[in-house]
């Protein structure tokens, strides 16, 4: 008879990362960064909604548009098919993401899917080119491929970042690798800004339309070159979970631990509130950064260089809010610095609210208020959601996290797009947002953290 082989696991610690390692890591968020500030905060919503007023009937360059599209039959106004899809695309992500998150914790392979969805995602964004004319539904299609390897392609990532630190730690590598995303959006953004400036023409939409096309290519080519670069720097830290799993099929024992998960995690019923109140705020703030520049162009009739600049303006201001942020949070601990923002951008949203249209300055102002308070609020919830994951279990439980994180939210853009469908007002779609972030904060404030921490048995850090 034959004797059977046991896999055996390694328990030795894994080594300390190395600084190399932990650029690279911050690089993915420079590399990715992009497709969330170019695509889906100024171009995408804007460049998807006119394409979807043409199908409508609508004529290029006009003011307002009442008309309607059909997409699978379903009759949609024109301004409400970008919300909508965001909402689908989230709707596909909770069945997605949370299975990519399984696989990576039993794949010794981590770095290789994060290539695969992030070449993905890219190589849709790069298709965007081919979005001409009224194909709507061509470029809602190839942003749901791009939206849903983008979430995938972060849950892969953050997964890395409970290996590359200890609890103490792990507030300042999140918040250098948010900062460094935000640079990145911001220096595309601003090759972009100088294009919209020098060859756009009021009179002739077309352009504008065109150039709107060309930005977005270039985040795909932006995200794909960039990632290259963690993919050689970062290194493999397989789980025991992967050691294990060498002998069996990785996507369907995937499958299989993900159902194990689903019935366990009802012992940490801490991490689940805590995921509770990130899912609500965060829907909040995802659904500003998605729709603002919808807003910005269809409520507030601002030009499209206006928008450039005022993202370029939080982009550059995130990159420092971030790293600011995450000095407080050394200070007086990250919960309570994420309370703080969520404050602060209850007041950000009654302030849009009250802006006048076609008055660029005031529409800054508060661009800029939310660049002081955007990438620490996330960069902080990243971190502390680490401290709250079964060891080996990272990849499953950031899937769950990934669902509300960059560019899924679906609760948010759902609300705003039926308010504007019943209303034709934005600005009552906007009202409708606040309650995410009064009902995260209470959500947030009432989580006991410590006690969370040490039930899925990690240390907290000195200072929560």
């Not at 696989?103 to 994060?114: E, F, M, Y």
Request: charged content about 15%; glycine content about 10%.
């Amino acid at each position: 008879m034959a004797e059977t082989v046991t896999p055996t696991v390694d328990d030795t610690p894994p080594a300390a990362s190395t600084r190399r390692e932990r650029r690279g890591w911050y690089i993915y968020d420079w590399a990715n960064s992009a497709f969330q500030s170019t695509v889906i905060t100024v171009f995408l919503g804007p460049f998807i909604t006119t394409v979807a007023e043409l199908a409508a009937g609508c004529e290029l360059g006009a003011d307002t548009c009442d008309g309607y599209v059909y997409p699978l039959g379903i009759r949609v106004a024109a301004g409400s098919y970008y919300p909508y899809l965001i909402s689908l695309s989230v709707f596909l992500t909770v069945f997605v993401l949370p299975v990519i998150g399984a696989i990576a914790d039993r794949s010794a392979h981590k770095k290789r899917l994060l290539g695969g969805a992030a070449f993905t995602g890219a190589g849709a964004t790069i298709a965007m080119i081919f979005v001409t004319g009224d194909r709507y539904l061509l470029g809602g299609a190839l942003f749901l491929i791009a939206n849903i390897s983008f979430g995938a392609a972060l849950v892969v990532y953050n997964s890395f970042l409970p290996q590359l630190g200890g609890p103490d730690e792990r507030d300042a590598i999140s918040s250098r690798g948010w900062a460094l995303g935000y640079l990145g959006g911001g220096l595309l953004l601003a090759f972009n800004l100088v294009a919209v400036t020098l060859f756009s023409d009021d009179d002739n939409p077309q352009r504008t339309l065109d150039l709107a096309r060309w930005s977005i290519v270039s985040a795909g080519v932006w995200w794909a070159v960039f990632t290259l670069v963690p993919l050689r720097w970062m290194r493999e830290r397989p789980s025991a979970e992967a050691a294990l799993a060498r002998q069996g099929n990785v996507l369907t024992d995937g499958f299989r631990q993900l159902g194990r998960t689903l019935r366990e995690i009802r012992a940490y019923p801490l991490t689940l509130f805590f995921l509770l109140a990130f899912l609500v705020y965060n829907d909040g703030i995802q659904t500003v950064i998605t729709l603002a520049s919808q807003y910005g162009t269809e409520e507030l009739r601002l030009e499209q260089s206006t928008l450039i600049i005022t993202i370029l303006l939080v982009q550059f201001l995130a990159f420092g809010g971030a790293l600011a942020l995450g000095a407080l949070a050394r200070r007086i601990g990250a919960r309570k610095t994420v309370l703080i923002s969520l404050v602060l951008w209850t007041a950000v949203i009654i302030g849009v609210f009250r802006l006048p249209a076609e008055a660029p300055l005031p529409f800054m102002a508060l661009g800029a208020a939310i660049g002081l308070v955007l990438g620490g609020s996330q960069a902080l919830s990243r971190s502390l959601f680490s401290q709250l994951i079964p060891t080996g279990k990272e990849g499953e439980y950031y899937g769950f996290y990934e669902i509300s994180d960059k560019g899924t939210s679906w609760l948010g853009p759902l609300a705003f797009g039926l308010v504007f469908q019943l209303t034709a007002s934005y600005r009552v779609g906007l009202v409708s947002l606040l309650i995410f972030f009064v009902v995260g904060f209470l959500l947030l404030a009432a989580v006991p953290l410590r006690r969370a921490i040490v039930a899925v048995g990690n240390t907290p850090p000195r200072v929560l």
